[in-house]
């Protein structure tokens, strides 16, 4: 097993997106450190908050992970609601119940 860049083409994309990860890092930096200075605030809610995201577009399993989630809390006997910008949301408007 080897680490790193097997080949001509992989140690290309390698060097080509290192400054891109050196970026995603640096912002990841400063946003930490807003919150940690205090400069953004983090929100407090009065109920129990699951998130389930990331960066990633789509294909990553979020939807099953959110139903196996929501069906788990529900076989507790909790009161469940799920909440999403949707497909393309951009957050700006009325809230959509489903």
Do not use: C
Request: proline share 4%; charged share 15%.
């Amino acid at each position: 097993m080897s680490l790193g860049p097997a080949s001509v083409a992989e140690t290309l994309f390698f060097y080509l997106l290192l400054p891109f990860s050196w970026m995603y890092g640096a912002v990841g930096l400063g946003r930490w450190l807003l919150y940690r200075t205090g400069l953004k605030r983090s929100e407090q809610f009065e109920v129990p908050v699951v998130s389930v995201g990331n960066l990633a577009v789509g294909g990553t399993g979020k939807t099953p992970m959110v139903d196996y989630v929501a069906r788990h809390y529900l076989a507790q006997g909790k009161r469940v609601a799920v909440v999403s910008r949707g497909y393309g949301g951009r957050g700006a408007g009325a809230v959509g119940i489903v």
